[in-house]
């Protein structure tokens, strides 16, 4: 077994040999170059963003992003992930369609065992967020949790276990307040009421030049 596949497998490894140095170094020049960009170098950016992970139509990243090598990376159609966000990426990232990242969301798919006789050891476990999640401002998901279409985890939650989906989740450990309900069709903030002829006038907005 390769230390690749021991990756793949969840297995421990370490990340110093197998061409895994320069794997990480070219991510990085690219997260470099990236990083770089100015407001105005769209589709600079947007080429790049391409380059650097697997990303569907529409999805955008602000600078800036860190990541610790990119390719393990997959985030849906339609995706927006805001300023400061790290992923880190020893272990697979699976993004799904319309998810929204606040800023500085922290997702991470590799740990140390607790035994600190073996803390040179690392072990990957994938992360997976599925369509139309919102994860809110300084979350952190840990290895190997999974959250459900539709959910939405409130800013600074830590994510250490799988959150089902059409859920609203906080806190530290993050835990399951309620689910998504008719009242959320209705009201978009507290007592401000979903109008549909405000959002048509919204639309009439958009297609001033």
């Known amino acids: 077994m390769t230390m690749h596949e021991r990756i793949t497998k969840g297995k421990l490894f370490t990340d110093m040999c197998e061409g895994l140095p320069e794997e990480r170094l070219h991510g990085k020049k690219m997260m470099k170059a990236f990083n770089?960009?100015?407001?105005?170098?769209?589709?600079?950016?947007?080429?790049?963003?391409?380059?650097?992970?697997?990303?569907?139509?529409?999805?955008w990243i602000e600078p800036p992003f860190y990541f610790c090598y990119g390719k393990h990376i997959s985030i849906g159609e339609g995706s927006?992930?805001?300023?400061?966000?790290?992923?880190?990426?020893?272990?697979?990232?699976?993004?799904?369609?319309k998810v929204m990242f606040g800023p500085a969301v922290t997702i991470a798919t590799v740990?140390?065992?607790?035994?600190?006789?073996?803390?040179?050891?690392?072990?990957?476990?994938?992360?997976?967020?599925?369509?139309?999640?919102?994860i809110g401002a300084g979350?952190?998901?840990?290895?190997?949790?999974?959250?459900g279409e539709n959910s939405v985890i409130g800013a600074g939650s830590v994510v250490i276990h799988d959150i089902p989906a059409n859920s609203i989740a906080v806190g530290n450990?993050?835990?399951?307040?309620?689910?998504?309900?008719?009242h959320d069709m209705e009201f978009y903030f507290k007592d401000r009421r979903i109008d549909v002829k405000d959002l048509?006038?919204?639309?009439?907005?958009?297609?001033?030049?």
Request: charged letters at 30%; a negative charge.
């Open 36 to 59: 770089d960009t100015a407001p105005d170098e769209v589709e600079y950016r947007a080429k790049l963003i391409s380059e650097m992970l697997d990303q569907g139509k529409g999805c």
């Open 80 to 97: 927006y992930v805001n300023v400061n966000c790290n992923f880190i990426d020893d272990g697979q990232i699976t993004i799904g369609k």
């Open 111 to 134: 740990g140390h065992p607790i035994n600190p006789q073996m803390r040179e050891y690392m072990y990957t476990a994938p992360v997976t967020i599925e369509d139309n999640c919102w």
């Open 139 to 147: 979350t952190t998901i840990c290895p190997g949790v999974a959250i």
């Open 173 to 182: 450990p993050c835990r399951v307040i309620r689910e998504i309900n008719e």
């Open 200 to 209: 048509e006038d919204e639309a009439k907005l958009r297609e001033v030049k």
